[in-house]
């Protein structure tokens, strides 16, 4: 469906705009016309994809309510023992009050309480089997044992003797004063319970008694403690510096935040200015860079030459054929050049009229914010799920290794199955619902677009309701086409879901350079195939923006227009990443540069000794609005773009164009007739029509309606 018209005399001069557009002809600066009326409606194949979304997220609902029942995301805080119970949680070993009082005389056992809520931190015991404590000895301490072998504390315990392990291996006495933690099990009240010799040094880490670095049990990993690392003090005083400079600061970074708001348009309203010398000088700059550098590898060739005096000339080769090939692409440069520059122009066209809609109502940037609060709690709420599915814990797990760990037996559970596929599950709904958010999004800036193409025939009178023109996007994308934005989105997550597990079976996999290659070659593929797919999908939604069709007609028609343009699609995309790569860094240049000048100011951030890090965070919060203002500006020029070519696809009276003028010459080689003319010349065919079709109408009557 696109904006066609016939002018035969039975059925007079029809305009189709786009679903859904019920105006006047006179409101589109035309008259003597017929505009089709056009509903749209719910895409019956679209429906179904509906339902399988809503009964995924119902899945979503159940695995979230397994992970709630039977989850603890506070076993990440506190840990846990090797018999999975919380330090410091509810869950009491039994006996273990009983226990703790019957040895609490006993100045080794000194490190645990016999409130178990008291024992919070989780200490892992060194595989010390009496012989010697060198780091051959500790070639067992490896991160998965040690966890699964911690013990619960109240304090991290330390090794308290002044005597070397050899010593204490030669003095019984000794070795039977040594500090001790001991653990607990089903029968902890009816023997003494086994227990852990104190080896090392431990201190407070996030609730983990993690090994001192003094201690000699682990003197081979580090030689030295931290804070005599050179620099280590000065680095620490400038980030601490730093960060009370950006509190002094807050009232610039409010005022940055504000200015990066309004550089974006005012980006566009210079591009309506320098546009094209701004992409013709960059695209003669890169011209002049192959040259240029021909040249020099040429000299280098040169003097490599001249100089051999052994006759080897294989790296004056070298330079030469870099010269020759730098030389080539350059030529083949200088012809797409030369071939296309006048679907650059029609390119750099294309972009200054897009930029037109986002000055038309700049509203429309809440577009990308509410996208991305959509897509904020959607990450809370999977992250959150996650952690409590992650900390189930199964009482009837398999066991993947046991062993005698000191004085106690251990055993380290195996991930359960179950678990993982739960966890896999909300992962793909991750991606899936990300994906329609992200689509829905895109929807309404193509809605958006399509709305200000149509508004008139003439290029000045364009325009776009605040507010309106992109609610009435959000509501066309839910109530009619959801099940095609359901549907993209699908297809999309089915890949990068793909892309994630072969991502998580390579660390799973015993890595060799053959297998790397492997990996990495498939991960380019699905990487190419996911880019392609969401091209296509993004120009789908936009043609479902103008037809009302479902999503897989519009795909097809889609596909078939970037076909038969691909003469300029090319160009725009070369023009488009020239054009959003400049203003990311123009914008976020420009910021920065603005409130270097406001850091120096006293009374906007007072007590500011090095702005440094400040200019640092400001740069960074503004190339992201940036960057989310051209994914903005990119869906614009896209749907521009297929709006100009789905238009000109269809045969029709020049009068009736609603493309700009300065495109349609471009690409048609026509002047666009003013539409006043076609005013004068159809208004008495219209009314003829309208007389005639009301004759027939009447004489169509029955006697008793006359």
Known sequence: MGCCCGDSEEEGTVVKTYAGDNREPSEMGLAGVTIENRSRICIPTDLPMCLVFVAFWVGMIVVASVGFERGDPLRLIYGTDYLGN??????????????????????????????????????????????????????????????????????????????????????????????????????????????????????????????????????????????ELPGVTRLENFFTRSLADIADAYTVLIIAGIIALFLPFFYIILLRCILKPMVWTVLIAILVFFGVFGYLCFRKYDDLHNNSSTGDDDDAKGWLVLALVTWVVGALYLCFLCWFWKKINAACDIIQEAGKVLLSDPSIMLVPIITFALVACLLCWVVYVSLYLWTIEDDDEVVLDSGNYGNVSYTLPKEVTSKNNLLYYNIFGWFW???????????????????????????????????????????????????????????????????????HLTYQMQKSSYCACLVCLIDCCLACLERFLQYISRNAYIVAAIEGSGFWPSCCMAISILIGSLEYLAPLILVSDVVFFIGKLAITAANVTICYFFVLDSELAPEVENGILVLIVVGMLTYIVASIFMQLYEAAIDSMFMLVFHENSQPKDPSLFFCPAKVFKIVTGKEKKDAGLFRDDHRGKAEEYKAKKQRKKSSAAPDSER
């Not at 609490?104 to 931190?121: A, C, I, L, P």
């Not at 030669?170 to 500090?179: G, R």
């Not at 992109?470 to 549907?487: E, N, P, S």
């Open 86 to 227: 919380r330090c410091g949680g509810s869950t009491v070993p039994p006996g273990w009050a009983e226990a703790v009082n019957r040895y609490g005389s006993d100045t080794r056992f000194k490190y645990q309480s016999s409130n178990w809520e008291e024992n919070k931190k989780l200490w892992m015991p060194a595989p010390y089997d009496g012989t010697d404590l060198t780091a051959e000895s500790m070639t067992e301490w490896n991160a998965r044992t040690s966890l699964g072998a911690g013990v619960c504390v109240k304090t991290c315990p330390q090794y308290g003797s002044t005597l070397t392990a050899e010593e204490i291996k030669k003095d019984p006495a000794a070795y039977n004063q040594m500090n001790m933690v001991f653990t607990y099990g089903e029968s902890l009240t009816d023997k003494p319970p086994a227990y852990h010799r104190v080896w090392y040094n431990s201190a407070d880490t996030q609730r983990r008694c993690l090994p001192d670095s003094s201690s000699e049990a682990i003197s081979y990993l580090l030689t030295k403690p931290i804070d």
């Open 433 to 503: 619902t990300m994906g329609l958010f992200s689509a829905l999004g895109y929807f309404v800036v193509a809605a958006a677009t399509v709305q200000w193409y149509y508004s008139h025939v003439e290029d000045d009178s364009k325009s776009l309701p605040c507010i309106t023109g992109w609610g009435r996007g959000y509501f066309w994308g839910i109530f009619y086409h959801l099940g095609g934005l359901v549907t993209g989105a699908l297809i999309i997550a089915i890949v990068q879901f793909a892309r994630f597990m072969l991502q």
